[in-house]
């Protein structure tokens, strides 16, 4: 079975990529739920929390930080959600761990998942506007 993910992170699949480095990938959820809804996970594959190793959660976090910064500059949002789906009952729907930040306004829905896929040309545009607020600090 195929997993996008690893795809992703091997080259094979299309992303918009925010950031990479040896332990992590970040990039955007193509069905965006708000612009600037961005995806990490680790380059290793594993399906979920209770597969994870302490090493590669820790990375995941410290890089929510420094997104979660560059999200807030770029797009000024209300709030900001993470969140990060164990099994399909949870609402999981690619099986290979990932933490989702999702900018959120007063008023709007809380959604996971959009069933609507960001047109390229936005996507490209945000993940190169929050790439740039990363290099910034
Ligand atoms: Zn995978």
């Not at 040896?22 to 965006?32: A, E, N, Q, R, S």
């Not at 600037?36 to 594959?45: E, N, T, Y």
């Not at 990060?84 to 609402?91: C, D, P, R, T």
Request: aromatic share 8%; glycine share 8%; hydrophobic share 45%.
């Amino acid at each position: 079975m195929t997993c996008i993910f690893c795809e992703i992170v091997r080259g094979n699949a299309p992303a918009f990529k925010v950031h990479e480095d040896d332990h992590t990938l970040t990039f955007m959820d193509i069905f965006p739920v708000s612009r600037g809804h961005a995806l990490i996970i680790p380059k290793d594959h594993f399906e979920n929390l209770f597969e994870a190793n302490e090493e590669s959660l820790a990375r995941i976090v410290t890089r929510s930080l420094a997104l979660a910064k560059a999200i807030r500059r770029v797009i000024a949002p209300d709030g900001l959600g993470v969140y990060q789906l164990n099994g399909a009952a949870a609402g999981q729907t690619v099986f290979h761990y990932h933490m989702h930040l999702i900018p959120r306004f007063k008023g709007g829905r809380l959604d996971l998942h959009s069933r609507v896929r960001g047109k390229d040309a936005d996507l490209e545009a945000v993940s190169r506007e929050i790439a740039a607020a990363l290099e910034a600090g």
